[in-house]
């Protein structure tokens, strides 16, 4: 499902704003500029523009316009937590009462998958199916795939990750309870090992405004941890 007009233009104000291309305290382009510069109507150029107000990258002056913030909100998932189970990241996170359900199956690579493992389509992979409950509400689902042979990221030596708002898959919608059109916090992972050999793929989803979305590349380093920088 492609996603919608204004989660793509805000995207792209949020990357200028993180770069510094769009630097603190400069003016927001008006709603008839971004209805003028990327052809869209009032209302999808409005929805963008809560958008980034939602994540914390602009403000409103009244009469005045949208600025972006002194110090755009760039919280991230801490480096820690990506070797954790999804019970102690949660259970981290929380002081109520965390469920986590998995569920483990082998299926047949799709041509997505199989060219991303570097694989022959229909090879089988292990996908696992995770999802979390924190009291009784749904705040995690997660699609991983791995080599059959391999668990875990033990191995690995390099993340990618990617943060976004984006419309859910249906499944992952119907387990967050999230409404027909509603964004939700999107992350893509992808562990490498030295040799640039893709050993885990996963999808997760969490509810709107949990995290904060971006995209990091960090090293995943043996032996003392450095201090982490944030939670969310």
Partial sequence: MPEPAYVTIAGEFARLIRSGELRPGSRMPSLSEICERHEVSDIVARKAVELLQSQGLIRSVRRRGNFVVDRPNLVRVSPERQTETAETT??????????????????????????????SVSDPLTHT???????????????????VGISGV???TDLEERLADRMPSSEHAE????????????V?????????????????SYPQGRYDAFLFRMPLRRGEPDAPEGRP
């Fill in 90 to 119: 949660f259970r981290h996170e929380s002081d109520q009462r965390v469920e986590v359900d998995r569920h483990v199956a082998e299926v047949p690579a799709s041509e997505e998958l199989a060219e991303a493992f570097g694989i």
């Fill in 129 to 147: 199916i995770t999802r979390v409950l924190e009291g009784n509400r749904p705040v995690s689902i997660s699609d991983t795939y791995q080599p």
């Fill in 154 to 156: 033990d191995s690995a």
């Fill in 175 to 186: 387990w967050l309870r999230s409404t027909p059109g509603e964004l939700v916090k999107t």
């Fill in 188 to 204: 893509h992972q992808r562990f490498f090992e030295a040799d640039g050999r893709l050993i885990m793929l996963s999808d997760i």
